[in-house]
Structures are given as C-alpha cells and as structure tokens.
C-alpha cells in the first residue's frame, strides 16, 4: 500500500521535528499534524520562524521549506484523522500523578483518548502508528479500544518509538542509528502495514539501518534503550563522589574507561544529574512493569539509576550550601542555564528545577540566566513541585535575559546547563562584579577550571572539590 497521507496527534517535541523530516523527506506525502493546543498550533505556523514552539537546531529550515507545501499544522484533528492513512499518536505519556501507579506508571490517559478519537471518526481502514513512549502492551490496549468502539473499519498498530535525542533531534532524524518498527507480521494486513512505514523511512534511511521486530520487542526496546542510557550516566555520576572523597579525575576515569571499545566513550559525562521526558519515565514506567509482573529484584536494580540521579542533584545543591558557610538565607545564588540540556528549551525534569527548589527551602536569592528558556516557563517548573507558593517563587527566583546581570553582585555561580556560550564569557569582568569570594560550582564541568582559579573564582565542579 503506497501511504499518500498522513496525521500526526500531537505536535511537540517528537511529532513536530518527526513529521517535518517524513514530509521533507516524502514530498508526495501529505503530512498533517494536529494538537488540541491551539496556542501551540499558531506558533508552528507562524510566519516568524524564530516563534516555532520548540526550540530545536535546523528545525526552523525544514519547516520552512515544507510547511504549506506538503507538511501542514493544524487543529482540526477529526478531519485530519479521517483524511488520512496513516496515523502517529505522539501525545504525552507523563508519569501518573494520582491513583494506582502514581508516580510510576505512565498515564495512558492522553493515548486512549486518541485511540477512541480515532475509532470514532474513522471511516476507512488506518495504519495507527505509537509514536510516544509507552510501556510494554499498550498496542493492545489500543488495539482493543480501536476494534470495539470503532465503525467496523479494520485498524494495524505498529509501534515506531523515537529515538530522537533533543538538541541534536534534526540530525538523529535525518542519520537515524536505526528506525524500530514493531508490527504483527503473522498475517498479511500487518506484513503491508510494517512494509507500508518501511517504505516512507527508506526514502531516506538505508535498509539494513531499518530493523522490524514484533510491536512488544519494539515497545520494550525504546525503555531498555533509555534505561541503559541513564545507568551510564548514573553510573558515572556514581563515581564521581567516589572521586570527590580520594582525589581521583573523573574526566580521566571517564576517558580511560570510554577506550576500552566495549564500553565506548558516550554517556560518560559526569553531571549534576539527568533530565528530560524519558529517562525518569522510562524506567519507572520499566520498574513499575517489573513490579506488575512480580519481578522485585528487576524493579530494584532499576529504580537504583533513579535514586543515584536523585541523591546527585541533592548533593550538589547540599554542596553549595556548606561551601556558603553552610547559609545561603539572603545569598545570591546566579544559574547559568536552566534547560535540561544544551540546545532546547525543554526544561522537563531539568535538575535545575530540583536544585533551586533545595535552595530556595534554605532562603536564598537565584537569579538564572538560559539562553532559550522563558521565565513563565521556569515559574511553572517551580510552581509544579508545590513546595512553596507562586508569589514565594516569583519573589525569589528572578529570571534575567542578560547572563552579566544575572551574575552581577551574585555570592556563587551554579552552572546547570552545558550551553556552550557559557565558556566564552568575559569571567575577568564577571569576577569583578561579584561577591568575595567567588564561587562556581559546576555542574556540567564545561568551564576551564585553571583559569578560573587563575582569575580568583573557588571553582568546585562535579567530581572536583
Ligand atoms: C533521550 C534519548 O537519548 C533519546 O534516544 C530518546 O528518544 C529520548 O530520551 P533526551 O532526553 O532528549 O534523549 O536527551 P539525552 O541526550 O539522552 O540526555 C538526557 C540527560 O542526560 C540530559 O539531562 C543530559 O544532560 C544528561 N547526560 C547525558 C549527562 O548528564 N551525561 C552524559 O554523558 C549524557
Ligand atoms: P513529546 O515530548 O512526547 O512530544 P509534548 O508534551 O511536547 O510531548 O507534546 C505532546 C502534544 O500532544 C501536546 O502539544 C498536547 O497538546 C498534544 N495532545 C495531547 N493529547 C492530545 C489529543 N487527544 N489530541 C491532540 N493533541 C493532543
């Protein structure tokens, strides 16, 4: 079957970027995405690419040369859905706040209401296709609500998880390691519908980086993938205090492990801690399956990435304080980045929000500075957390779209983002402006220690104290 259109539901940091390399990609292909967000919608059609949603490097050239053309934006989901052949369900999936499950399962709520969105308005047979993450056997979860509620038209779930890194998203699509598709290739409708969606990817990916598998393999791959991911980071980070307390390099470890070409040299980077959408969902999505299923030692081992993340933010918001005479109440505490990563806006998860909320419970002043990260959105963040009142965050962490002016007159430095601006600042002048004496307590170990320490900053970065 040749795939002349398709709908995405939900346009943000997956379907947007994903959906506008398919059309780039495949100009005979319709692509529409659609969102209940109308706000969000507007902004992906804005004339002004610079006021596209999300923040994303070389997103804005692909949208412009697709958008109106073959890739479209829009709200109007039902007729999206019953234009198309073809449909990705790439809504949210956030960790449950309530009920059974809570803070460890993924809430399904927004997947189901697609599936029975879907059911309702189709009226020709669809290839569904789970885009978002989600834990093992949603396909039939889906599968059952499409057949029983639906009119009688005959649906094909695959699952295609989305192995987009943010910041570097536009390049994971465009040289993918690989494309998973998960499909039922016992009978014939679900061989054309796994063929069907290999057919769109090869215009672009070569085969043998196209790999199909059964739709529960390729839903537990996408877990496990990030799971292995932030171990290494937790891992690392593990080490890290280890190095604190016996004076060994944690970039020397991390280099002399990273040759060994069975371990590899990604993932190796000590910081303050992981963020983002995935990896806290993930595995607690993984340790909550495990649990289910009454696999206690697997859910334990699991959780373990977890805790070690958790106890690395703490620590350094901990280190911060004691090395401020142990009271920060009334200091100046100055971030340098507040995304959960270079290069998004994403603030999701960020251990920036975790580390001011330590803060700010000890009374301190933060003054932060992100080069893409808006201050409603770190109020949001901080307001999420429900620690202290709205007005108590607005009045105590201030957001400042100049870095010297949030640095001027600060007691430290936190940095929290590795943006690579932040290493080309003129640290002379920021040093100057600051209170004696200077700290900088790094937590992404980008900036040149020795010159710091040459200038008169106290530098402490992770693994160095
Ligand atoms: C991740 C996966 O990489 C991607 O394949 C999946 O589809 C979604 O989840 P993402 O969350 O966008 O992508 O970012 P990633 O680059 O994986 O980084 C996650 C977090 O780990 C960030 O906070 C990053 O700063 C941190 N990290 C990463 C480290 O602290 N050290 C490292 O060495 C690598
Ligand atoms: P991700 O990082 O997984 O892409 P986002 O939160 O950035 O997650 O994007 C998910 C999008 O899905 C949001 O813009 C949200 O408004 C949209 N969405 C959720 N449920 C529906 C639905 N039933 N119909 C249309 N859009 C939806």
Known sequence: MEIKSICCIGAGYVGGPTMSVIAQKNQNIKVTVVDLNAQRISAWNDTDLNNLPIYEPGLDEVVNEARGRNLFFSNEVDKAIDEAQMIFISVNTPTKTYGTGKGMAADLKYVELCARQIAKVAKSDKIVVEKSTLPVKTAEAIQNILDNTGNGVNFEILSNPEFLAEGTAMRDLAVPDRVLIGG???????????????????????????????????????????????????????????????????????????????????????????????????????????????????????????????????????????????????????????????????????????????????????????????????????????????????????????????????????????????????????????????????GRNILDREVLESIGFTYKGIGYL
């Open 184 to 442: 039922d290739s016992s009978t014939d409708k679900g061989k054309k519908a796994i063929q069907a969606l290999v057919d769109i990817y090869a215009s672009w990916v070569p085969h043998k980086n196209i790999l199909t598998t059964n739709v529960w393999s390729s839903e537990l791959s996408k877990l496990t993938a990030n799971a292995f991911l932030a171990q290494r980071v937790s891992s690392i980070n593990s080490l890290s205090e280890l190095c604190e307390a016996t004076g060994a390099d944690i970039q020397e470890v991390a280099k002399a492990i990273g040759m060994d070409s069975r371990i590899g040299p990604k993932f190796l980077q000590a910081s303050v801690g992981f963020g983002g959408s995935c990896f806290q969902k993930d595995i607690l999505n993984l340790v909550y399956i495990s649990k289910t299923l009454g696999l206690n030692d697997v859910a334990d081992y699991w959780h373990q990435v977890i805790l070690m993340n958790n106890h690395q933010r703490n620590r350094f918001a901990k280190n911060i304080i004691k090395t401020l005479y142990s009271t920060v109440n009334g200091k100046t505490i100055s971030f340098l980045g507040w995304a959960f990563k270079k290069d998004t806006n994403d603030t999701r998860e960020s251990a920036a929000i975790y580390v001011a909320d330590l803060l700010l419970d000890e009374k301190a002043t933060i003054k932060v500075f992100d080069p893409k990260v808006t201050a409603a959105q770190m109020q949001l963040d901080l307001n999420y957390l429900n620690t202290r009142t709205k007005l108590e965050n607005a009045n105590y962490l201030k957001t400042e779209s100049d870095p010297y002016v949030a640095l001027n007159g600060a007691h430290a430095i936190a940095v929290l983002t590795e943006w690579n601006e932040f290493q080309s600042y003129d640290w002379k002048y920021i040093y100057k402006n600051m209170q004696k004496p200077a700290f900088i307590f790094d």
